[in-house]
């Protein structure tokens, strides 16, 4: 994706910018020698790319003018007609282009790279629109979008030859500006201001700029990948469902960019990143915690194959007076650097690390290893599934891909049909092409929150006996080589099976099958009968203490043979790998610790391999006997395996 967003960075790093002494008044309140010491700040700080806001009523001030009994008689600047040129058919301001134009310039002067939010009517808070349009349903209203079509067209007509901008984008958080009725409604917004910008320039790439999409709904995924070039997340783990359950540092937020922006991008099959992160400040946590999270997640980004990444935001803004700043009191310390231009350890981090990255002896990162193919299904709970699924993949030691169900089924050699729920189960013949591919010899893991599915107890070897509303939540004893391990998953309901021909690898105390092993065709079909994935999402501290709650020892063993092809494996949760092969006999391994403690993690490493060099963190030792490796908290290491 770099390449499309023509950086040099194999790994970028940037920020959302404000002007640091006017917030969103920065562009009518103008002060180039700010914006231009700002600028130089985070240039030094290593900050190449910044996404730029337009402010919409200060860039479109028309307002409505009307006659007798309240009837419209047209737009005007104040008591000013909208001239006769260009820029006044469009209701556009021209000092306040100048003004833009002249930061581009300065940008340019520091070699910073723009990514621009056009339609910048919701920010930090509040609302922003044109005088003449206050109270129009934005999204909706034909005059709304007559007047951002003009708007956006004008724009982009006008400031595409500068070699600054590297990018457009919808606008911020678009979705939040008003209400739509539909999928269809949310559908023709986009490509009405998509196809706006698209029809002046062609030779940039268009972000969405949206947040909280889902495969499902209004604003999908699928749709805004179909409309944009380059799909975007705004992963704060203060604001997003399940989240913010454990500890900044821990792996569930560090690791929040990386799944939620695979997870865009792979059912919106469009590139993605973390256009905007961040901690939400002070009341959440210290400098130096943040400094830990930036690190981790800018480190499990790169890792995973992630482009880059845009914090929240440049500077404090603990000094304005004006709305939002004077009513949302968590907007006021989110910067990168204090006003007085004082660099945090969050941006010394991320500076560091692009650095570190910049040195690798590769250009780009090989892509990693995956081992699975996630399908979320259409009545679950999306997010808490995919959560859920990724977090015990990646503390088992595995990585996955995620599908949806309406998306055509790659060959793979394993698939995890997560949590089925409800009675319409999976599309019959989304059904039927996964059982063939399982049929034809690839493994299949499927669990169940209380879902229907055809075919089942020719798939799994059980018969359903009865089905209850339980009374508590399970219990299921894990068969492992040193003693049942005992698991408590909550669970509504209770499923009595007659075990017909399946192994069973975990039950309740009275010997009711919970995880199983069935052969089919060629394949093999494992099968818990409990949501074993929205236990993990859904309860705090549980991927916080995986001791405590070790839902991972599933996903250890229903991918034993998945994991096979690995070169490293390692027997700790909170270290998350990725593979990254060269060529035959050359990989990269990234270890990332997801925790705040050192870690001291014994290596077991294929016949034939051994560590050839080590690129980052502490170089791996041979200690009583055995190879391992310390892994700093929140931190990494990197090294190169030969055979």
Not at 549 to 564: C, D, L, N, V
Not at 621 to 641: C, M, T
């Amino acid at each position: 994706m770099n390449q499309l967003l023509n950086l040099p960075s194999t790994f970028f790093v940037g920020c959302n910018y404000w002007a640091s002494h006017a917030g969103t008044a920065m562009w009518s309140d103008w002060n180039p020698e700010q914006v231009d010491l700002d600028l130089l700040r985070l240039s030094d700080a290593g900050i190449e790319v910044i996404r730029v806001f337009p402010l919409w009523p200060d860039f479109q001030p028309i307002e409505n003018m009307y006659s007798g009994e309240g009837q419209h008689f047209g737009y005007r600047f104040g008591e000013e007609r909208l001239p006769d040129t260009e820029a006044g058919k469009a209701g556009m301001s021209e000092e306040m282009m100048a003004r833009f134009q002249a930061f581009t310039d300065i940008a340019k002067k520091y070699d910073i790279k723009l990514i621009v939010g056009l339609v910048t009517g919701w920010m930090s808070g509040r609302l922003f629109v044109p005088p003449a349009l206050r109270g129009k349903a934005i999204l909706t209203d034909p005059d709304a979008i007559r007047w951002q079509v003009r708007f956006v067209q004008y724009f982009v007509k006008q400031m595409k030859h500068n070699d600054s901008i590297i990018a457009w984008d919808l606008g911020n958080e678009c979705n939040v500006m008003g209400k739509v009725a539909s999928q269809e409604e949310a559908y023709v917004w986009t490509a009405s201001i998509a196809n706006a910008i698209k029809a002046k320039d062609v030779t940039r790439p268009l972000i969405s700029g949206m947040h909280s999409l889902h495969p499902k709904g209004n604003w999908t995924m699928q749709d805004q990948g179909e409309l944009t070039d380059i799909l975007t997340t705004h992963p704060y783990p203060f604001w997003t469902p399940y989240m913010d359950f454990d500890p900044l540092t821990s792996m569930r937020p560090t690791i929040h960019a990386t799944m939620e922006s695979l997870l865009y991008a792979q059912i919106g099959e469009k590139p993605c990143f973390a256009e905007e992160m961040g901690t939400m400040g002070p009341m959440v946590c210290g400098e130096e915690v943040a400094a830990a999270f930036a690190r981790t997640s800018m480190l499990s980004q790169w890792a995973h194959g992630l482009p880059g990444l845009l914090w929240w935001c440049a500077n404090d803004q603990t000094k304005l007076n004006h709305a939002p700043y004077d009513w949302v009191a968590c907007e006021g310390e989110l910067g990168l650097m204090t006003e007085e231009g004082r660099v945090k350890p969050a941006l010394h981090e991320m500076g560091r690390l692009k650095k570190v990255i910049q040195a690798m002896p590769f250009e780009n990162l090989p892509a990693r290893s995956v081992e699975a193919v996630c399908i979320l299904n259409s009545t679950q709970d999306h997010w808490a599934t995919a959560i859920g699924a990724f977090l015990l993949a990646k503390q088992a030691g595995f990585d996955i891909d995620f599908r949806f169900e309406d998306q055509p089924l790659p060959d793979a050699n394993f698939y995890l049909l997560p949590c089925v729920t409800g009675v319409f189960g999976v599309a019959k013949q989304r059904w039927e092409q996964l059982l063939e591919k399982v049929r034809e010899g690839a493994t299949l893991y499927v669990s169940s929150n209380d879902g229907y599915m055809l075919n089942f107890a020719e798939l799994t070897g059980l018969t359903v006996q009865n089905r209850r509303r339980r009374a508590s939540e399970a219990v299921a004893y894990l068969q492992a080589d040193s003693g049942d391990i005992p698991l408590t998953i909550p669970s509504t309901f209770k499923l009595d099976f007659r075990n017909d021909r399946a192994e069973v690898l975990a039950a309740e105390a009275d010997g009711n099958p919970v995880l199983t092993k069935a052969t089919y065709g060629q394949g093999i079909v494992y099968f818990c009968a409990l949501p074993l994935e929205l236990a993990m999402s859904q309860q705090p501290g549980v991927s916080y203490n995986p001791e405590q709650f070790p839902y991972w020892k599933m996903y250890e063993t229903i991918s034993r043979e998945a994991r096979g092809a690995r070169v490293l494996h390692v027997n700790e949760p909170q270290i998350g790998i990725t593979e990254h092969p060269s060529d035959v006999n050359t990989t990269i391994a990234v270890l990332i610790n997801y925790s705040e403690e050192d870690r001291e993690v014994p290596l077991v490493m294929k016949a034939g391999w051994h560590v050839e060099e080590s690129l980052y963190g502490e170089r791996p030792q041979h200690r009583n006997g055995n190879l391992s490796v310390n892994v700093v908290a929140n931190d990494a290491a990197i090294f190169y395996l030969k055979k």
